[in-house]
């Protein structure tokens, strides 16, 4: 398909530009990145890219890359706290394949952002801008005006057809274009960090991902064997105060005691003092757009990353948004449209990802009633609960897209 002679400029390289920027060079789109950074840099370790998100990036001509980077889970074991042996084992690896068409493979985050950087790179119809000191953006009936100043202080001026933020929860496509809400502090706080696989020997499966449950808190650790090592993260509440402060901590402090309990209290010494950690923000804003310049991922609708979407959501936002920006008649509606179809999705995970948050820090006797469910649902009883999620097409065809809620238009007189 043409691009028929459309530019598009998309702020932020990271995975939710730079797979819009694949998607939309496919359909020969002419597309300029600006990133603030001078190379790709994709903060955070671990990454989950379950089957509705691999389905786009293996149409996007990634699928081998991927492999030589990702790895695929046999299961999940959930241990709830203190427990000597998991619960359950939820079924991943080729069960997934099968019910989905795709697998669900975990990786490191900045090994999916450079193999989507190389990627563009292929491409004579994308160019990415490192270094970006500042832009402006102004939208108007023709499409928007964009001037960017250059990393070597060069200027440069163009008109385009659409402008795209993809710059993350701190958005400032979001906060200054479209002058929408800043993010807001969940009260949580995510500690991470990447040890040797031989570290966590004999304490959490090599060839799985480890879900452990604790009281007001939670892990998951997973391999990643093409890097020789294991990806932790710890999720916990903190107040803001102290974890945004003039002297943030430098390891998790959690409010119960380990006593008994050896897979935490293994996994917390062999970190020590090296996590690092990230205050978990999410974004809930109505306005994704306005005129040609619009939002997607995070800068649109960061959430918990309790059902391991965020960059799933950002994924398929790229895969619905590209085709709409060729085939719409203006940038305007096509924005209005990858609204109506996006929005009540995001939505439904954002409130998935929330109750997860909640029922994996239950108390006892609470999470006794929390363990009995998830035993009786079985080792694939997960396949069904998430069917919704796991098995939804990101890729439908443009002509088939519902019109998008029209502008309310006042009589002027």
Not at 108 to 113: E, F, K, P, Q, V
Not at 208 to 230: I, N
Request: hydrophobic share 45%.
């Amino acid at each position: 398909m043409s691009g028929n002679g459309r530019t598009v400029y998309i702020a932020g390289a990271g995975i939710a530009g730079l797979t819009l920027a694949l998607a939309l060079a496919k359909f020969g789109a002419t597309v300029v990145v600006l990133e603030r950074n001078t190379h790709i840099q994709e903060v955070g370790a671990g990454l989950q890219i379950s089957p509705n998100a691999r389905h786009v990036l293996d149409r996007l001509g990634v699928d081998r890359a991927l492999h030589a980077v990702a790895f695929e889970p046999r299961g999940i074991d959930v241990y709830p706290f203190g427990a000597r042996s998991p619960l359950v084992t939820l079924d991943l690896g080729g069960v997934m394949l099968d019910r989905f068409g795709a697998p669900y493979a975990v990786m490191h985050r900045a090994d999916l952002a450079e193999l989507l950087h190389k990627a563009c790179k292929r491409f004579a119809n994308i160019d990415i801008l490192f270094g970006v000191r500042a832009y402006d953006v102004v939208s108007h009936a023709r499409g928007v005006s964009v001037t960017v100043d250059e990393a070597d202080g060069k200027s440069r001026s163009a008109r385009a057809f659409a402008f795209i933020g993809a710059d993350g929860v701190r958005s400032r496509t979001r906060t200054d274009m479209l002058m929408g809400p800043q993010p807001v502090y969940t009260g949580r706080v995510a500690w991470r960090i990447t040890l040797g696989q031989s570290d966590l020997a004999g304490v959490v499966a090599q060839d799985k991902t480890s879900l452990l449950w604790g009281p007001g808190f939670h892990a998951v650790t997973y391999p990643l064997p093409h890097r020789k090592q294991m990806n932790v993260a710890l999720f916990m509440k903190a107040r803001e105060a102290d974890v945004l402060g003039e002297n943030p901590p430098r390891a998790p402090k959690l409010p119960w005691s380990l006593g008994g309990n050896r897979r935490f209290a293994d996994i917390v010494a062999a970190a020590g003092d090296d996590w690092g950690y990230w205050p978990l923000f999410t974004v809930d804003t109505d306005k994704w757009s306005e005129g040609g310049i619009g939002l997607i991922g995070d800068a649109a609708h960061a959430m918990v990353p309790f059902q391991a979407q965020g960059a799933a959501m950002a994924i398929e936002d790229a895969a619905v948004l590209a085709p709409l920006l060729m085939t719409d008649v203006d940038a305007e509606t096509a924005l209005r449209r990858y609204q109506a179809i996006r929005q009540p999705r995001v939505q439904q995970v954002q409130k998935f990802s929330q109750s997860n948050g909640t029922a994996f820090h239950l108390e006892w006797p609470f999470s006794l009633a929390r363990d009995a469910v998830v035993k009786a649902q079985g080792p694939l009883g997960h396949l069904k609960r998430l069917a919704w999620l796991y098995g939804y097409d990101p890729s439908p065809d443009p002509a088939s897209i519902p019109s998008a809620p029209q502008r309310e238009v006042r009589d002027a007189t």
